[in-house]
């Protein structure tokens, strides 16, 4: 069955990076995009951006840029979100979440992993 | 950048009731929109993308529609099951959310 397998929880202090990884399974890793979406306590969802398994372009909300870097193994089906200079505000669930277009993206994200809570504090 | 509101933010309904959420952007985007459904404690799940179109597996009782600026999640008949917070979604935007539990 497709599904996406996320890395464990994370503790991290203020100023440090945190890189979160998703595993793919049941379906083609560089035939879909790959979205990354955070998820705030008690707070909506925001989305971090999305990239292309395939080629490895990445395209980010204009909020992270500068501070998020999303790459993929394909030797491993892996995709992975690196957050840098992290702030207590980056406390969050993180998603990845599939495209559901082949070979292109629409937004629309089909399959989520579980999320990885990141926890940012001195 | 496009901006997404919902209204309203919560609703409290009775189990069978037909139940209306409301999304708009802040510019027309034809019908790139999805609907979302998140259970207290889970993963979202996708119910509705290109406005009006039925994401496989998802009960008949959700419907979307509208084009534009304007559009709309119903839910014919509430079932417990529905109690959730419903995002609308145009793109790398998201709405606020709508809250949805049983009267």
């Known amino acids: 069955q497709v599904q996406l397998v996320q890395s464990g929880a994370e503790v991290k202090k203020p100023g440090a990076s945190v890189k979160v990884s998703c595993k793919a399974s049941g379906y083609t890793f560089t035939g879909y995009y790959m979205h990354w979406v955070r998820q705030a306590p008690g707070q909506g969802l925001e989305w971090m951006g999305w990239?292309?398994?395939?080629?490895?372009?990445?395209n980010y909300a204009q909020k992270f840029q500068g501070r998020v870097t999303m790459t993929r193994d394909t030797s491993i089906s892996t995709a992975y979100m690196e957050l840098s200079r992290l702030r207590s505000d980056d406390t969050a669930v993180y998603y990845c979440?599939?495209?559901?277009?082949?070979?292109?993206?629409?937004?629309?994200?089909?399959?989520w992993g579980k999320g990885t809570t990141v926890t940012v504090s001195s | 950048d496009i901006q997404m509101t919902q209204s309203p933010s919560s609703l409290s309904a009775s189990v069978g009731d037909r139940v209306t959420i409301t999304c708009r952007a802040s510019q027309g985007i034809s019908n790139y929109l999805a609907w979302y459904q998140q259970k207290p404690g889970k993963v979202p799940k996708l119910l509705i993308y290109a406005a009006s179109t039925l994401q496989s597996g998802v009960p008949s009782r959700f419907s979307g529609s509208g084009s534009g600026t304007d559009f709309t999640l119903t839910i014919s008949s509430l079932q417990p099951e529905d109690v959730a917070t419903y995002y609308c979604?145009?793109?790398?935007?998201f709405g606020p959310g709508t809250k949805v539990d049983i009267k």
């Open positions: 990239i292309n398994p395939n080629s490895g372009g990445t």
């Open positions: 979440a599939r495209d559901c277009g082949e070979d292109y993206y629409y937004y629309y994200m089909d399959v």
């Open positions: 979604q145009m793109g790398g935007t």
